[in-house]
Nanobody, 124 residues
Framework: QVQLVESGGGLVHPGGSLRLSCAAS????????MGWFRQAPGKEREFVAA????????GITASVKGRFTISRDNAKNTVYLQMNSLKPEDTAVYYC?????????????????WGQGTQVTVSS
């Protein structure tokens, strides 16, 4: 079994920054892509960003492009989401997820394991 634990969420003012971390443990796949998704109240879960096993390929949704960056440290089994210039519309529960493939996907159904989520609230 794989466990994913997110951290780094919290309350931040508009324009502020947060860095989310997601640590994987347990029977992690040898090579796996990772993704971040978010779900705001009353809305469906949506793709935010994803990264391939090697880190060479990344994908990011248009609404956060230029503000959010995804990265990973395979030695630490950890993936990060650096979020800058945060806006109130970024408020959501953020989830990390792991695939069984090394190539990332933007579709939540392609991910096998999910973390419990971390709340990000952007408000003045």
């Amino acid at each position: 079994q794989v466990q994913l634990v997110e951290s780094g969420g919290g309350l931040v003012h508009p324009g502020g920054s947060l860095r989310l971390s997601c640590a994987a443990s347990g029977r992690t796949k040898s090579r796996y892509a990772m993704g971040w998704f978010r779900q705001a109240p009353g809305k469906e879960r949506e793709f935010v960003a994803a990264i391939s096993w090697s880190g060479a390929a990344t994908g990011i949704t248009a609404s956060v492009k230029g503000r959010f960056t995804i990265s990973r440290d395979n030695a630490k089994n950890t993936v990060y989401l650096q979020m800058n210039s945060l806006k109130p519309e970024d408020t959501a529960v953020y989830y990390c997820a792991q695939m069984s493939s090394g190539t990332y996907s933007i579709n939540s159904g392609d991910y096998d394991y999910w973390g419990q989520g971390t709340q990000v609230t952007v408000s003045s």
